[in-house]
């Protein structure tokens, strides 16, 4: 009997190895951009200078940041005071700091927003500011001190536990520097950074004309004012910088969080780590962190959402359900789809408390915990309710009516489309029952269809680990989070299935992973997992370093290049805003059609449809009976300028100009009037063979 034992112990260790390589060369076969290719794109990462003065201004970037962070704590610890929870043995003391500074950051955001009203987006504003939330930080101090002599005496690390902690601080080392590089991804040019930079401009949140994102929820972006304010003491490289140092710090704040209840839950310390890495390998969690993007943001605060419900279901303190509405309210600050999480947590809510004998006392608590956090939340939404109609615009416009110049309800349909074009147009149910898969082993980054991102193997190895593990029934908190993830993540199916948007769910995963390991009682296959997720890890990793080399962005951060040649190398039409900037006008108003919206750059007047960037250009050329009067109308826009990508403008079967009721010859006579606008070669001042410079009179 115990040598069958033996064998079949063995038998499911070769299974789980069968299984996750099977998935994992699945996994390779489709990285031939980024990790097949890594050799030669770590020849990116060298070449030229090093160090310059530029890396002064990613230092103070740096340091303005860690100011931000403190003045986090500071406010953080002052809450904590009146928001004092019973500590249980076994807290993670870095879980509560981390939940400190989550409180924060979520409070500041929320004052930032009404200096913003005020018209207070000021240098002295950010010092102030700071400075207050440093002083707070003397509360947070004594807290501090007192945490050390309550620690519990920690578990002794293998040399395995330091290859793991290599790889978490590796992948934190290269998504800082990368977070200090000027931002190049498409989200920060279009809003992330570039509404700061227009708010700080205009001392305000006022509604950015012609940039629709600014009705948006921006409650990460705020932190982005504050943080290039502060910097740009020094300079306005160094607030570029500070930003996005800001953007970076919410991970390492994510996995404490995911180590701190880890460690709550009775993980070992080895597993806790299996389960930061799985979280910080994530090659778009890495994107996100190092690239001024508010998802990772987002994903803390949804961790410390549930962690804080499971926390009021462990003993019903109303306390935890005030953070939970805080940590709900920062989500909703940031993204509307919180609302997919907040479906799931009612859930768990009602099927937790169904059994109390004052069930209804209880959920209705609950109900008023989501509520203020939706109260939390609703200085943005009742700003842009108020100037277009609706709260829910730019989205949904067909059902809730609502307008703003350069918007409409045509616009907002278009972009649902293009929201749902995410993983695919062919939506046939086996293509959602083939999601996990896809999703894991072939997404890949700037493609629409394949998800725009990299989600890795790791989680997807997981699946039977964690279904075994709900069934032995010993983990009912791991079976609680996988719950949560699995709602979530039907939300997220039938939506838009962009893989950033799956980010709050996998940190509750990674948990559920390592509960679920951990409680293995077959050591051979726990052995077998926990390499399995290494290996896994790994590969994910290496793919981030990929990233990162294609971005090369040592170099622009230790100041051994000049910000100008590190945009020229990375967005190929840097050079045509530079030239703008420094060889135009600074009154002078230029059309951008095409450019990806990217105003961050550009230091000119402009005018620029938002999202659908030819929107205008098709519809005066097809009112325009010739090419004089589609030279009228567009010098009546007040530009000077147009600059376009044309490349594929003109192309008939790309072309978006083209309107396929019409019959092909008058097609055709559309293009060549926009041909005449746009390559009169009298009128060109700069032209290559995907963008062209010219001007309008």
């Known amino acids: 009997m115990t040598e069958g034992k033996g064998n079949n112990k063995t038998g499911n260790a070769v299974i789980v190895a069968i299984w996750a390589a099977a998935l994992l060369v699945v996994f390779v076969s489709f990285r031939s951009s980024d990790l097949l290719s890594l050799p030669k794109l770590l020849g990116n990462v060298g070449g030229g200078a090093f160090f310059g003065s530029g890396f002064v201004d990613s230092l103070v970037g740096a340091i303005a940041a860690g100011f931000v962070m403190a003045a986090w704590f500071g406010l953080g610890s002052i809450v904590s005071l009146f928001l004092k929870v019973g500590r249980r043995d076994g807290d993670s003391h870095i879980l509560e700091l981390a939940r400190n500074v989550g409180v924060g950051s979520v409070l500041?955001?929320?004052?930032?927003?009404?200096l913003g009203i005020a018209g207070l987006y000021s240098t002295a504003t950010a010092i102030v500011v700071t400075i207050l939330g440093v002083v707070c930080c003397l509360a947070g101090s004594a807290r501090l001190r007192s945490a050390r002599v309550e620690s519990r005496t920690p578990e002794s690390v293998s040399g395995v536990d330091r290859v793991v902690v290599g790889l978490i601080a590796f992948v934190l080392l290269i998504a800082?520097?990368?977070?200090?590089?000027?931002?190049?991804?498409?989200?920060?040019l279009l809003y992330h950074f570039a509404l700061p930079k227009a708010f700080i401009a205009q001392h305000s949140n006022a509604f950015v004309e012609g940039n629709i994102a600014s009705y948006l929820a921006l409650g990460g972006e705020m932190q982005f004012v504050w943080a290039m304010l502060l910097g740009g003491v020094y300079s306005v490289r160094a607030g570029e910088a500070a930003a996005g140092a800001v953007a970076f710090l919410y991970l390492p704040l994510l996995l404490a969080v995911v180590f701190g209840w880890a460690r709550e839950l009775n993980v070992s310390r080895t597993w806790s780590f299996i389960a930061v890495l799985l979280v910080a390998a994530i090659p778009t969690a890495f994107h996100s962190a190092s690239s001024g993007y508010t998802d990772v943001a987002l994903a803390f605060y949804a961790a410390l959402a549930a962690y804080s419900l499971m926390r009021w279901l462990d003993g019903y303190d109303t306390k935890h359900l005030v953070h939970l509405a805080i940590f709900l309210g920062g989500a909703l600050a940031i993204k509307l789809t919180t609302l997919f999480l907040i479906a799931a947590l009612v859930l768990v809510i009602l099927l937790k408390v169904r059994n109390e004998v004052s069930a209804g006392k209880l959920a209705g608590t609950a109900v008023f915990a989501l509520v203020l956090a939706g109260?939390?939340?609703?200085?943005?939404?009742?700003?842009?309710?108020?100037?277009?109609?609706?709260?829910?615009?730019?989205?949904?416009?067909?059902?809730?009516?609502?307008e703003a110049p350069g918007w409409d309800v045509e616009r907002s349909n278009l972009f649902q489309v293009m929201n749902s074009q995410y993983g695919g147009v062919d939506q046939a149910p086996v293509n959602y029952l083939l999601a996990p898969f896809r999703l894991s082993l072939a997404a890949q980054p700037e493609d629409a269809n394949l998800y725009d991102g990299v989600l890795g193997a790791a989680f997807l190895i997981s699946l039977p680990l964690i279904w075994f593990g709900i069934r032995r029934k010993n983990d009912p908190a791991a079976a609680t989070l996988a719950g949560i993830s699995g709602v979530y993540f039907l939300f997220w199916l039938f939506s838009s299935e962009q893989i950033r948007y799956l980010l709050p769910i996998v940190p509750l995963l990674a948990i559920a992973i390592a509960a679920s390991g951990d409680s293995s009682e077959d050591k051979g296959t726990k052995n077998a997992w926990y390499y399995t997720f290494g290996l896994a890890s790994v590969l994910c990793v290496l793919t981030s370093l990929a990233w990162f080399s294609m971005r090369s962005p040592l170099r622009v951060v230790f100041g051994g290049e000049t910000r100008d040649a590190y945009l020229t190398r990375q967005l190929d039409y840097y050079p045509y805003y530079r030239m703008l900037n420094s060889d135009t006008d600074s009154n002078e108003k230029v059309w951008l059609i095409n450019m990806r919206r990217d105003t961050y750059d550009l230091d000119r007047p402009y005018f620029s449809d938002y999202l659908f960037e030819d929107w205008t250009l098709r519809k005066l050329v097809w009112q325009a009976k010739d090419i004089n009067d589609l030279r009228t109308t567009a010098r009546e826009l007040g530009t000077k300028y147009i600059?376009?990508?044309?490349?594929?403008?003109?192309?008939y079967d790309r072309s978006t100009l083209v309107d396929d009721k019409k019959p092909r010859a008058e097609?055709?006579?559309?293009?060549?009037?926009?041909k005449d606008l746009l390559l009169d070669p009298e009128r060109t001042i700069k032209k290559n063979d995907r963008f062209i410079l010219v001007r309008v009179d």
């Open 108 to 114: 500041w955001s929320i004052i930032w927003f009404f």
């Open 176 to 188: 800082f520097v990368a977070a200090l590089a000027p931002p190049i991804a498409k989200d920060t």
């Open 375 to 402: 109260v939390l939340a609703s200085p943005w939404y009742l700003r842009t309710w108020s100037a277009t109609g609706s709260p829910l615009f730019p989205f949904y416009l067909s059902i809730w009516k609502g």
């Open 643 to 651: 600059l376009a990508r044309h490349d594929f403008l003109f192309d």
């Open 667 to 674: 097609n055709a006579t559309k293009l060549q009037l926009a």
